[in-house]
Antibody, heavy 122, light 107 residues
């Protein structure tokens, strides 16, 4: 069974750093890109970026480029989303999702983690 | 960036109703269009990919159509578990973008 299991909720202060994780199981972790998606309170879904776990190549949305870092450790089938200096506006639910690339070239998020709630407040 | 616009933003319907949600892209995306639904407190779930392909395990009452800039998601006979928020998403080019969502509520 394919699963993406994310790390638990975090409460941080502005300016602090944070890394959250997403561990894949039940499939070949290096065969599928992992994306991160933000959902601010009461709002819609925003794609942040993606990583190819086989070589750690990343691709960011311009809206998030420079604000977060996506990384992966293929030896433990885990992807990460990291902030060096959190802001109150980073308060949101963050989801990881597996990006399926089928034989016809179509891309879609077929499995999602359960979400990690990040709260940034002084 | 490609903008995705859904309509309506919210919709009230009854169990057994046929419901259609539309999604428009700001430029042609061929059929690189996916649909998800999200129930409160849960992660999104894939329903339809490539505009009209039903994801494995998704009930056949869900269907998708369209190509280019205009797409629809249809639920043929609403069930109680279908009341959720629905999102379209383009995978034609990065940054992948989602529609703003359509909240489907019980009438």
């Amino acid at each position: 069974e394919v699963q993406l299991v994310q790390s638990g909720a975090e409460v941080k202060k502005p300016g602090e750093s944070l890394r959250i994780s997403c561990k894949g199981s039940g499939y070949s972790f290096t065969s599928y890109w992992i994306s991160w998606v933000r959902q601010m309170p009461g709002k819609g879904l925003e794609w942040m970026g993606r990583i190819d776990p086989s070589d750690s190549y990343t691709n960011y949305s311009p809206s998030f480029q420079g604000h977060v870092t996506i990384s992966a450790d293929k030896s433990i089938s885990t992807a990460y989303l990291q902030w060096s200096s959190l802001k109150a506006s980073d308060t949101a639910m963050y989801y990881c999702a597996r990006l399926h690339h089928d034989s016809s070239g179509y891309l879609y998020f077929d499995y999602w983690g359960q979400g990690t709630l990040v709260t940034v407040s002084s | 960036d490609i903008q995705m616009t859904q309509s309506p933003s919210s919709l009230s319907a009854s169990v057994g109703d046929r419901v259609t949600i539309t999604c428009r892209a700001s430029q042609s995306i061929s059929n690189y269009l996916n649909w998800y639904h999200q129930k409160p407190g849960k992660a999104p779930e894939l329903l339809i990919y490539a505009a009209s392909s039903l994801q494995s395990g998704v009930p056949s009452r869900f269907s998708g159509s369209g190509s280019g800039t205009d797409f629809t998601l249809t639920i043929s006979s609403l069930q109680p578990e279908d009341f959720a928020t629905y999102y379209c998403q383009q995978s034609y080019s990065t940054p992948y973008t989602f529609g703003q969502g359509t909240k489907l509520e019980i009438k």
